[in-house]
């Protein structure tokens, strides 16, 4: 356990399960006030035993669907009502699916923009003014495909990419007001969402899940599959006052498979 966080007020979205609970037990591992957020009360009850059972601060559990704006709402009036401020908002949440483009519906489209990109636009302008009183920070996990388009995952590229583009265009902002503005670009990494991608591009191609994950493996030459601690590593690092200098940028944590320059 540390103390790196000790005083801080922690928000992170999609904290149920994945790389949002790795970031969530992360912050609360090193003394951060953690609230967490996702659909499932349930999920989110289990996440926060789990995090206080490993000798952290139990994390204030906020469950409610980021989809609407009222669920963001809610989420910064819980927050802003217990505590009054927020030091570091992470927004985690989002589950775009895979699929074939021709027979994917339109309702694809909607809720992965309404989940992953509306969430963090709402919450991002709710919490601004308490961010800027803190001069905190905002971190958004996105993912790989915002680089690499993929024809099995244009939803997920396409909302990825507007969301790497809003970050990029908030951390203009943030340089006026003293936000600290990154995104995390997480490749292949061993969650249940991972997992439901794979079933759903298999359902889209006619091939197994576990050809399409050692295909992808082979295709990336991976060394291994990401785990969620690796993101929470560089969450911690982008939320420190060592990367303070750090603005408007998109670090991949993809073990290398990304294909560009950058």
């Known amino acids: 356990m540390g103390t790196s966080f000790a005083g801080k007020i922690v928000v992170v979205t999609g904290a149920s399960r994945g790389i949002g609970y790795g970031i969530a ?46 669920a963001c709402a809610a989420l910064h009036d819980a927050v802003i009502s217990r505590y009054g401020r927020c030091d570091v908002l992470v927004n985690s949440a989002g589950a775009t699916k895979a699929g074939a483009f021709l027979s994917q519906p339109d309702l694809d489209w909607q809720d992965g923009f309404a ?15 308490h961010l800027v009183a803190a001069q905190g920070v905002v971190i958004t996990i996105i993912g790989g495909a915002a680089r690499t388009p993929d024809p099995e995952f244009l939803v997920g590229g396409s909302v990825n990419a507007a969301l790497a583009n809003f970050t990029k265009g908030l951390s203009g902002l943030g340089k006026r007001d003293g936000v600290t503005v990154n995104a995390i670009l997480p490749g292949l990494t061993q969650t249940e969402r991972v997992e439901q991608i794979f079933a759903q591009r298999a359902a889209a191609t006619g091939k197994s899940a576990e050809d399409i994950l050692a295909a992808a493996v082979a295709r990336e030459g991976l060394r291994r599959l990401g785990q969620p601690e690796d993101v929470a590593a560089l969450a911690l690092f982008l939320a420190s006052d060592g990367a303070r200098h750090i603005q408007g940028t998109a670090i991949a944590v993809d073990g290398g498979a990304t294909p560009g320059v950058y």
């Open 115 to 129: 989940l992953k990109f509306y969430s963090a636009v709402r919450l991002c302008r709710a919490f601004w003014p």
């Open 25 to 70: 037990e992360a912050f609360a591992r090193q003394g951060a006030t953690t609230v967490i957020a996702a659909m499932s009360a349930e999920r989110l009850a289990e996440a926060a035993a789990r995090i206080a059972a490993g000798g952290a601060e139990r994390p204030m559990t906020v469950a409610g669907d980021l989809r609407t704006p009222e």
